[in-house]
């Protein structure tokens, strides 16, 4: 799944760190972040300021329960989400075996990649 991949590890919480990631995506189309709401932001890379320095560049946010609402700031796993959806009840064999939340939330993020990109064609910048 990581074939033809690059990938890098960084230290987010040091200065070295945060200046390496503010110049990537100088060099990118797409930037995907999973954090929770609000930690791009301390980390000076809003989607505003990253629209201001990267135009061109398609930014999109994966998060447990959304950018906004009550539950926004808390962390989740899959089998989490699942439950608060109420597919872990118990009724159907198999379920909670297939990472479904993950997979549908990494499908949504395919559309709003695309999405982006088809934006950015037609009118420039995302």
């Known amino acids: 799944m990581n074939r033809n ?7 987010l919480k040091t200065a070295p760190g945060q200046a390496a990631l503010r110049s990537m995506p100088a060099d990118a189309d797409v930037l995907i972040e999973g ?3 609000g930690v791009l932001e301390r980390l000076g890379l809003s989607p ?4 201001l320095d990267f135009p061109d560049l398609v930014v999109v946010s994966v998060s447990s329960y959304g950018q906004s609402g009550p539950d926004r700031e808390l962390g989740s796993h899959d089998l989490t989400v699942q ?5 872990l ?8 075996v297939v990472p479904a939340a993950d997979l549908v939330a990494g499908a ?3 559309i709003g990649v695309l ?9 420039g910048g995302s």
């Not at 439950?83 to 597919?87: D, K």
């Open 48 to 51: 505003e300021r990253l629209r």
């Open 108 to 110: 949504f993020a395919v």
């Open 89 to 96: 009840d118990g009724a159907q064999d198999g379920v909670g």
């Open 5 to 11: 991949k690059r990938s890098v590890a960084l230290d």
């Open 35 to 37: 954090f929770r709401p």
């Open 115 to 123: 999405s982006g990109l088809l934006a950015r064609q037609a009118r």
């Open 83 to 87: 439950g608060r959806a109420g597919l």
